[in-house]
């Protein structure tokens, strides 16, 4: 039997996360440069996109730049902005296609200006599309989120608009940036790194993690499955005890 078709349709993750990792050691890996790497990784993206849309996963975000990736060598972040600039240019068409939204959370105003003009206007021309919703996580940091929040909430407590005594977490989450996507069911992480690395520390509190020692352009439709196939396997408790959970 295929691994897609030990998938059970019932049981699917409503919000798939990951953390796309090693593309720059496949490429050294290879003996090939680094942005080789980049470039392949994009072909990944494209294949768990193509399947998270067909098994009608309705949320998926990838990790794609962080904040701390900005230290990386300038040669190296321009030619990760021209990547995504291309692979918007190239992919807007197959998103529409697809019925796919897309957004984008993150420290934006650092982008090159070129980047979140394209972004900008990808993110429009598929707003209404009601398909798969793709979350793009670019120059992000769940530690930068969280403080911006934090603020943005203080700003609104001193203006009068919030009262402190109302502040709890479902007021708080308000003011993330995913405010109104469900929490991540399934966190994935590849490359053999067993970490999450700044990424969706709020929103990843009861998210099933999954790490897989394969490098992003070498991971497929296969692992993807895999990964639900696994995840199917858990018992999510939430606090619960394990016959609590399945009484009901």
């Known amino acids: 039997?295929?691994?897609?078709?030990?998938?059970?349709?019932?049981?699917?993750?409503?919000?798939?996360?990951?953390?796309?990792?090693?593309n720059g050691r496949w490429a050294t890996q290879h003996g090939m440069d680094r942005i080789i790497?980049?470039?392949?990784?994009?072909?990944s993206v494209r294949?768990?996109?193509?399947a998270a849309a067909e098994l009608k996963i309705q949320y998926l975000t990838?990790?794609?730049?962080?904040?701390?990736?900005?230290?990386?060598p300038d040669e190296e972040v321009t030619a990760l902005m021209e990547i995504?600039?291309?692979?918007?240019?190239?992919?807007?068409?197959?998103?529409l296609e697809n019925n796919i939204r897309l957004t984008a959370i993150g420290d934006l105003g650092r982008l090159a200006r070129g980047v979140r003009a394209r972004l900008s206007e990808t993110i429009r021309v598929t707003s209404k599309s009601t398909g798969l919703y793709l979350v793009v996580a670019l120059s992000y940091s769940s530690r930068w989120e969280i403080t911006e929040a934090a603020r943005r909430l203080a700003a609104d407590v001193c203006s009068g608009k919030v009262k402190p005594e109302s502040v709890g977490e479902t007021e708080f989450e308000k003011y993330m940036s995913?405010?109104?996507?469900?929490?991540?069911?399934?966190m994935i992480r590849t490359s053999g790194e067993i970490r999450?690395?700044?990424?969706?520390?709020?929103?990843?509190?009861?998210?099933?993690?999954?790490?897989?020692?394969?490098?992003w352009p070498d991971f497929g439709k296969e692992d993807f499955y895999s990964a639900i196939i696994d995840f199917q396997k858990r018992v999510r408790r939430f606090g619960k005890t394990s016959e609590q959970v399945l009484e009901k």
């Open 37 to 43: 790497g980049h470039q392949r990784g994009v072909e």
């Open 1 to 22: 039997m295929l691994l897609k078709d030990q998938i059970d349709k019932d049981k699917l993750p409503v919000h798939i996360a990951i953390i796309m990792d090693g």
């Open 84 to 95: 995504m600039v291309q692979s918007l240019n190239n992919e807007t068409n197959t998103l």
């Open 62 to 72: 990838l990790y794609a730049f962080s904040t701390e990736n900005w230290r990386r």
């Open 196 to 215: 999450i690395s700044n990424f969706l520390l709020w929103q990843l509190a009861y998210t099933e993690l999954y790490f897989t020692e394969k490098l």
């Open 47 to 50: 294949k768990i996109i193509e």
């Open 178 to 186: 995913t405010s109104g996507i469900p929490d991540p069911d399934l």
